[in-house]
Structure formats: C-alpha cells, structure tokens
C-alpha cells in the first residue's frame, strides 16, 4: 500500500518562498498520478497542481500559474512543490495524492485514493 508523507510548510511573508515534498513509499509509481490540493479554514479542498508519472505531464490551477511548480525525483520517488511569490489568499492545509487514473481526470480529488497528512503553510500580509 502507498505511504505519502509531506515535509516543508511553514510561515512565511507574502512574497516569500516554500519548497513542499512529498516522499511515496510502499509501491512503485510508474503508472500513477500525484498531484498537490490544499484546503483553507471553510473552504472546499482545492486542486493546485498534478503530474503523470508515466511521462512529466503536469497540470495547474489558474490561480498559481507562473508562481507554483512540480517535479519529480524518480530514484527517490518524491514530487516537489516550488511555490514562490507567495500571497495570503495561498494559507491553507497542503496534501499531496497519488492515485491511478486517466489523465485528464487528474484536476479532481475523488479520482485519488491516497492522502497524505497534510502540512500548514501560513502566508501573512
């Protein structure tokens, strides 16, 4: 079964940058997606960014395009989340998922069947 554990968040000033990291373990990934979500105090969760394993393809919400970016470390079976130019409306619960599904479904949480824990990142004004 796949473990996913997320590291990095934390609290930073808007404008400011936080690297998040997402290792897999337990199987290997060739044919998954994993993707980032995050979810605000009241709010739905929400798709940030996802990524085919089988080949890079990778997909981003609107509202982080040009600012948020995601890899992959195939050896180490980790995917990262580069966010940079953070704003305060970006304070959430971040999670990463993986999960095995058509592609062009990979923008919606129910298509995931593994979550991580969660990590806090908070964006102050």
């Known amino acids: 079964q796949v473990q996913l554990v997320e590291s990095g968040g934390g609290l930073v000033q808007a404008g400011g940058s936080l690297r998040l990291s997402c290792a897999a373990s337990?199987?290997?990934?060739?044919?998954?997606?994993m993707g980032w979500f995050r979810q605000a105090p009241g709010k739905e969760r929400e798709f940030v960014v996802a990524?085919?394993?089988?080949?890079?393809?990778?997909s981003y919400a609107d509202s982080v395009k040009g600012r948020f970016s995601i890899s992959r470390d195939n050896a180490k079976n980790t995917v990262y989340l580069q966010m940079n130019s953070l704003k305060p409306e970006d304070t959430a619960v971040y999670y990463c998922?993986?999960?095995?599904?058509?592609?062009?479904?990979?923008?919606?949480?129910?298509?995931?069947?593994?979550w991580g824990q969660g990590t806090q990142v908070t964006v102050s004004s």
């Open positions: 998922a993986a999960g095995f599904m058509p592609i062009a479904t990979m923008t919606s949480r129910w298509g995931y069947n593994h």
């Open positions: 337990g199987r290997t990934f060739s044919s998954y997606v």
């Open positions: 990524i085919s394993w089988n080949d890079g393809s990778t």
